[in-house]
């Protein structure tokens, strides 16, 4: 009933770990029938409250208090509680590749039933049965087999989520969930949060992003440097349409992009029939691609396409089947891996799960000037001064001798694109760089890459959101191919206030392989221009 008890109250509660206060002053109730969204800065202190809701945190010893109301009983314990909630975060993903952690979906789902991040004894034939149903209902059910590892970003997100919702949850808490999915998923896990509020489910859901409040949504709160300086009801909905590529509606097989390269050795990276196989599976197949001197190309596709896969491959952590070839650099560019990493910079977060030991965060940047995790050696006077101007242009400036596993989420990732660019990258490569980060943070760090792609840095930016305008090229992949590539032709301002770039046609001849049917021909403008690309 919407007049009983809370199902976790605190009153001026706190968490002080290493002598950092994280959070302080807690007074807050989650009441019956409530959906909270949960806002603030990076670092402010959202998921320290999310963890401390689901029990994963204890409060400092003090005046303050959690209290927990489980069947009409209070309890300072969440113990019982916790296993009634699930949980949907980057940092427990994240936990899966730091650790090596590599259940298959269909185990990773079954470990909802006990809240355990691994399978400790065998699932019952009934839930492996309730695991493959909600498996499916969210279009899931061919990763069942698939390994966690094996996995794209937004592949595993969706089975978390499948995870979460597997015991029947009485609390859904959601921590940037959506981040690095395609728009299509992104709708899907809208629309099942959605569904699961209307079904007495209770949503506890922090985001930088306003579009992400489902219409279930009914009170807010935010935190600042640890504390909250406002809650109460929604009064209006904040929930908004999500942004989706059209990305022309011919759907033609596309060749390889050469996007308007020049002479044979004008070039910054060249494909030669490459396939891409970790584990011995094809991710990337037959890809003939070449990116040109002052190009910037959006890496555009679903979930699973193989976007991050090829930024791995562009970036020396993966090499080409026997038969493929791969160069950077021209034709007379180093060929030594170590050397290539020296001169590109990378953020991902994948990349970022690897960060797992002490290190200042002024040491992490400084490690970009290597290419390597981890700071080897002593840095130089000049790249001291270096980092920390870099540390000031991303707003780190006061965090430079905290240690990068004190930091959120987002603090962790504007540390990795402070290092990115820190040595001045030939190429930078960009996997959802800007995944949990607030919404000033986000527009700091684009006018950062924008000066870099100005200056003669080539940027790839694999994305599922809104491409930057500075984009001259784009790529889309699909099922490990290339089924569009070209120079944008042009940006369309749609309904949505999305920018969708229209890529014209790829100057070459497309490899032999399946050709589907175009489709219907774009919409018109006023006076008769088209909206789609002249070509696929």
């Given at each position: 009933?919407?007049n009983?008890?809370?199902?976790?109250?605190?009153?001026?509660?706190?968490?002080?770990?290493?002598?950092?206060?994280?959070?302080?002053?807690?007074?807050?109730?989650?009441?019956?029938?409530?959906?909270?969204?949960?806002?603030?800065?990076?670092?402010?202190?959202?998921?320290?409250?999310?963890?401390?809701v689901?029990g994963?945190?204890?409060?400092?010893?003090?005046?303050?208090?959690?209290?927990y109301?489980?069947?009409?009983?209070?309890s300072?314990?969440?113990?019982?509680?916790?296993?009634?909630t699930?949980?949907?975060?980057?940092?427990?993903l994240?936990?899966?590749?730091?650790?090596?952690?590599?259940?298959?979906?269909?185990?990773?789902?079954?470990?909802?039933?006990?809240?355990?991040?691994?399978?400790?004894?065998?699932?019952?034939?009934?839930?492996?049965?309730?695991?493959?149903?909600?498996?499916?209902r969210?279009?899931?059910?061919?990763?069942?087999?698939?390994?966690?590892?094996?996995?794209?970003?937004?592949?595993?997100?969706?089975?978390?989520?499948?995870?979460?919702?597997?015991?029947?949850?009485?609390l859904?808490?959601l921590?940037?969930?959506?981040?690095?999915?395609?728009?299509?998923?992104?709708?899907?896990?809208?629309?099942?949060?959605?569904?699961?509020?209307?079904?007495?489910?209770?949503?506890l859901?922090?985001?930088?992003?306003?579009?992400?409040?489902?219409?279930a949504?009914?009170?807010?709160?935010?935190?600042?440097?640890?504390?909250?300086?406002?809650?109460?009801?929604?009064?209006?909905?904040?929930?908004?349409?999500?942004?989706?590529?059209?990305?022309?509606?011919?759907?033609?097989?596309?060749?390889a992009?050469q996007?308007?390269?020049?002479?044979?050795?004008d070039?910054?990276?060249?494909?030669?029939n490459?396939?891409?196989?970790?584990?011995?599976?094809?991710?990337?197949?037959?890809?003939?691609?070449?990116?040109?001197?002052?190009?910037?190309?959006?890496?555009?596709?679903?979930?699973?396409?193989?976007?991050?896969?090829?930024?791995?491959?562009?970036?020396?952590?993966?090499?080409?089947?026997?038969?493929?070839?791969?160069?950077?650099?021209?034709?007379?560019?180093?060929?030594?891996?170590?050397?290539?990493?020296?001169?590109?910079?990378?953020?991902?977060?994948?990349?970022?799960?690897?960060?797992?030991?002490?290190?200042?965060?002024?040491?992490?940047?400084?490690?970009?000037?290597?290419?390597?995790?981890?700071?080897?050696?002593?840095?130089?006077?000049?790249?001291?001064?270096?980092?920390?101007a870099?540390?000031?242009?991303?707003?780190?400036?006061?965090?430079?001798?905290?240690?990068?596993?004190?930091?959120?989420?987002?603090?962790?990732?504007?540390?990795?694109?402070?290092?990115a660019?820190?040595?001045?990258?030939?190429?930078?490569?960009?996997?959802?760089?800007?995944?949990?980060?607030?919404?000033?943070?986000?527009?700091?760090?684009?006018?950062?890459?924008?000066?870099?792609?100005?200056?003669?840095?080539?940027?790839?930016?694999?994305?599922?959101?809104?491409?930057?305008?500075?984009?001259?090229?784009?790529?889309?992949?699909?099922?490990?191919?290339?089924?569009?590539?070209?120079?944008?032709?042009?940006?369309?301002?749609?309904?949505?206030?999305?920018?969708t770039?229209?890529?014209?046609?790829?100057?070459?001849?497309?490899?032999?392989?399946?050709?589907?049917?175009?489709?219907?021909?774009?919409?018109?403008?006023?006076?008769?221009?088209?909206?789609?690309?002249?070509?696929?």
């Amino acid at each position: 009933p919407e007049n009983g008890p809370p199902l976790v109250e605190f009153t001026g509660a706190g968490l002080e770990l290493g002598h950092q206060v994280l959070v302080s002053d807690l007074t807050w109730r989650l009441g019956p029938g409530e959906n909270w969204a949960v806002r603030g800065d990076n670092g402010s202190g959202k998921t320290t409250l999310l963890r401390l809701v689901r029990g994963d945190l204890w409060p400092t010893t003090g005046p303050g208090t959690r209290t927990y109301f489980e069947k009409g009983r209070m309890s300072a314990s969440p113990v019982g509680f916790k296993r009634r909630t699930g949980l949907v975060s980057p940092e427990f993903l994240v936990q899966y590749r730091r650790f090596g952690w590599n259940p298959t979906g269909l185990d990773a789902v079954c470990t909802g039933f006990s809240d355990t991040p691994l399978l400790y004894q065998e699932p019952g034939a009934d839930q492996r049965r309730r695991a493959r149903e909600i498996m499916a209902r969210l279009g899931l059910g061919d990763l069942a087999d698939r390994s966690m590892l094996e996995m794209s970003l937004g592949q595993a997100k969706k089975v978390l989520l499948a995870r979460a919702l597997v015991n029947d949850p009485v609390l859904l808490v959601l921590d940037e969930c959506l981040d690095g999915l395609d728009a299509a998923s992104r709708q899907t896990m809208l629309d099942v949060i959605q569904a699961r509020a209307e079904n007495g489910t209770q949503i506890l859901f922090a985001t930088h992003r306003t579009d992400e409040l489902i219409p279930a949504m009914t009170h807010a709160l935010t935190l600042r440097a640890g504390r909250i300086v406002d809650q109460g009801p929604l009064t209006a909905p904040e929930s908004g349409p999500t942004p989706r590529f059209r990305m022309g509606r011919r759907a033609g097989a596309v060749a390889a992009g050469q996007g308007g390269a020049g002479r044979d050795g004008d070039w910054i990276i060249r494909l030669e029939n490459v396939t891409v196989a970790p584990e011995g599976r094809p991710i990337l197949r037959g890809l003939d691609w070449t990116v040109a001197p002052g190009q910037h190309w959006a890496v555009l596709g679903p979930n699973g396409a193989g976007k991050t896969t090829l930024l791995k491959l562009l970036g020396g952590d993966y090499q080409p089947v026997t038969g493929g070839r791969i160069g950077r650099f021209g034709p007379s560019g180093p060929r030594n891996v170590a050397e290539i990493k020296r001169r590109i910079g990378y953020v991902s977060a994948e990349f970022q799960a690897a960060h797992t030991f002490g290190q200042t965060v002024r040491e992490t940047v400084l490690s970009g000037f290597t290419g390597s995790i981890g700071l080897r050696g002593q840095a130089t006077a000049g790249q001291r001064a270096t980092a920390d101007a870099r540390l000031e242009a991303c707003g780190l400036k006061d965090m430079a001798d905290r240690d990068v596993r004190c930091l959120s989420y987002g603090q962790l990732r504007l540390t990795l694109i402070a290092r990115a660019m820190v040595a001045g990258p030939r190429i930078l490569l960009l996997d959802e760089p800007l995944g949990g980060l607030d919404v000033g943070s986000r527009r700091e760090v684009q006018a950062l890459i924008a000066a870099l792609a100005r200056g003669g840095t080539t940027v790839i930016y694999a994305t599922h959101q809104e491409p930057p305008s500075w984009v001259t090229h784009g790529l889309v992949i699909d099922q490990g191919r290339i089924a569009r590539a070209g120079a944008v032709d042009e940006y369309d301002i749609g309904p949505t206030a999305d920018r969708t770039p229209h890529l014209t046609r790829a100057p070459c001849s497309p490899r032999p392989g399946p050709v589907r049917s175009p489709g219907p021909p774009g919409p018109r403008r006023p006076g008769g221009r088209s909206m789609s690309p002249a070509g696929a």
